[in-house]
């Protein structure tokens, strides 16, 4: 059982999560993982760099067969959620050509949050601190 539980937390790391989650369940973290690894799976043979595609999804200018597969509304909400400019990426500069990848430069900015973590720390991983809003 020590394994399993390991095993999830884990994944757990490398999921979007939101900076006040303290700990995702078990069935949660799957579901977010099927959905995340659908989305990641869309971007890669999208014509658009990473996160114009997901801008555009969010906005709903982009639906596709598969879109459904992960645009839940608990993944889309974490996705929104995602400050790129904290993570250190200028979305101003990106190369319109969709060379510039952030889920290849730093794949686990946006899922690396220790959950003992709270909001403050949580805004230097890339995520809006919405309680200053």
Known sequence: ????????????????????????????????AIAYIAL??????????????????????????HTAEWNTSDLT?????????????NIAQRNPMGAF???IRTPHSITTIPSSLGTE????YGYNNRSND
Do not use: Q
């Open 1 to 32: 059982m020590l394994s399993i539980n390991s095993a999830f937390e884990e994944l757990r790391l490398h999921v979007p999560t939101f900076p006040f989650e303290k700990r995702l369940s078990k069935i949660d973290t799957l579901r977010l």
């Open 40 to 65: 990641l799976k869309e971007i890669l043979i999208s014509d658009y760099d990473p996160i114009t595609y997901i801008e555009k999804c969010l906005r709903g200018e982009i639906k596709g067969e």
């Open 121 to 124: 720390s949580s805004t230097y």
């Open 101 to 103: 990848s952030p889920f």
């Open 77 to 89: 909400a974490r996705l929104s959620w995602i400050n790129w400019e904290n993570l250190g990426i």
